[in-house]
């Protein structure tokens, strides 16, 4: 049988890609990296819209931890 190594498409994953691609392109390997960031972003995201932040806040405050550092 066939093995799948096909990633989860993730919002945060492809947008700290693309920034990652431009900005830090020997970096884009580190998968370990990019999925514990945007994993994080994630979390960030629905905390904020369970403490009662709209959309476009919580992004807000997911892309800062996305881009930290």
Do not use: W
């Amino acid at each position: 049988m066939k093995e799948n190594n096909k990633q989860e498409l993730s919002y945060f994953r492809l947008k700290l890609r693309s920034y990652m691609s431009e900005h830090h392109p020997e970096r884009l390997q580190d998968t370990e990296f990019i999925t514990t960031r945007a994993d994080m972003a994630l979390t960030a995201y629905c905390d904020a819209v369970a403490q009662g932040f709209t959309h476009p806040e919580a992004e807000s405050m997911a892309s800062e931890v996305l881009y930290q550092g």
